[in-house]
């Protein structure tokens, strides 16, 4: 997990959130075309087209708009930029197995998920040359049901991680 530090949101996605009147009112599921595009462009640019989980390259095909503090939870805003990040598999192919926000889905626990808007985020977990991953601290719970949660540790992620760390990509 690499720490994603957030941008300002962009200006078109300010302005159409500005559009809110008694008639209309903005909303993620209204959130589509050339707007969306711009918001999922602005947050892998800010992350440096890494997943935001497992740092996977992200494609605009293998990619998507990924909320850390789930959107269906009422108390948090579903278009607060500063809560959207960018996770791989947009859409599962056939036979792929869940990981990252598509497995994270709506499952959150402000203890025990491990967010990448922190700066210490980096040093809770530890990997291996072989590609697998762990707590860097065996006390830290929290970093072990990340690690579960996310499912950081199937064996696809093991191979673009031991690419990683082998060839520095």
């Known amino acids: ?7 300002e949101e962009p200006e078109d996605f300010t302005k159409w959130k500005a559009l809110k009147n008694d008639e209309w ?8 075309g050339d707007i ?17 989980y497992c740092e996977r390259r992200l494609t605009d095909n293998d990619a998507h ?6 959107q269906h939870n009422k108390s948090f805003d579903s278009l607060d930029f500063s809560n959207m990040l960018c996770s791989c598999q947009n ?5 792929e197995p869940r990981h990252c926000g598509n497995l994270k889905d709506d499952w959150f626990d402000e203890e025990l998920l ?5 700066p210490e985020c980096e ?5 291996t040359g072989d590609g697998y991953i762990s707590s860097a601290q065996s006390t830290d719970s929290a970093t072990t049901e990340t690690i579960v949660r996310l499912g950081l540790d199937i ?15």
């Open 1 to 7: 997990m690499k720490h994603i530090i957030k941008q």
């Open 155 to 169: 064996p696809k992620l093991r191979i673009c991680t031991t690419i990683r760390y082998l060839f520095g990509t």
């Open 123 to 127: 040093s809770r977990f530890a990997f």
């Open 91 to 95: 859409q599962l192919k056939k036979g």
């Open 114 to 118: 491990i967010s990448p808007l922190d």
């Open 25 to 32: 009112s903005p909303t993620y599921s209204k959130l589509s």
């Open 36 to 52: 969306k595009s711009i918001v999922k462009t602005a947050l892998m640019t800010e992350q440096g087209y890494l997943c935001c």
């Open 65 to 70: 708009v990924e909320h850390f503090r789930p």
